[in-house]
């Protein structure tokens, strides 16, 4: 992995790597370095399959992109999509991510936790997508994961009238799916990663994949998948096992 400026990398577990977004000065904002150091995280995590926990430190997720470097970008820079090319990678990770919310997460910090399997939350996170009040528009996912995140009423008032989500409301439409005191947060995704590494890796890897795949692409992908997961050894294992467990 290329030497992070920008991001603090804890791997304190073999299952499990958990990614801090560390440009407290800017409130943790996305520039092109940042966005660098996580496709080498990607890279990373394709090679070697591990669970992603995304945060943000000094009590901010990631205010969006840099502003700084998005007023000198043109026209090109946006058919590259510098943002959204790397959020659809973080999506399309072998195994779930999950993003811990702490304090703000807005415009491309939004779309990041967007592209996450998981949204957890802290008391104080806010959430949502103010770019049209800067003269552009949420292009890095926004405009269409979040309507299969939350509906189409509540992804345009957050997308076309700036409504940022608190913590509770976030839950309340299951943008996130906990809320915990900022001191708990890390532990909470430490056990939401507990609760996924139990399962079968593979069995994780497969039912992401059949989870996404187009819709016209069903039943054919799951019987595929689930033809790999019959003839695997884990596949005996755990089913003996729990039919060892009810004879007890």
Known sequence: MTEQTTLLTAVDRADRLHVRLNRPDVRNAIDERMVAELHAVCE?????????????????????ADIAELLERGSADALAGINSALFVRIAALPLPVI??????????GAEL????????????ARIGNPETSLGILAAAGASWRLAELVGEPLAKEILLAGRILTADEALAV??????????????????LADRLASQDPQALRLTKQVFHAARGAHPIVDNEAQAILF???AKRDRMMAFLERKKR
């Open 44 to 64: 990373e995590l394709e090679a070697s399959p591990r669970i992603l926990i995304l945060s943000g430190a000094g009590g901010v997720f990631a205010s969006g």
């Open 99 to 108: 993003a811990a919310i702490d304090g703000w997460a807005l415009g491309g």
């Open 113 to 124: 936790a967007y592209a996450a399997d998981f949204r957890i939350a802290s008391s104080t």
């Open 174 to 191: 299951r943008l996130v799916t906990e809320v915990h005191p900022p001191e708990g947060l890390d532990a909470a995704a430490d056990a």
């Open 231 to 233: 003839e695997a050894p």
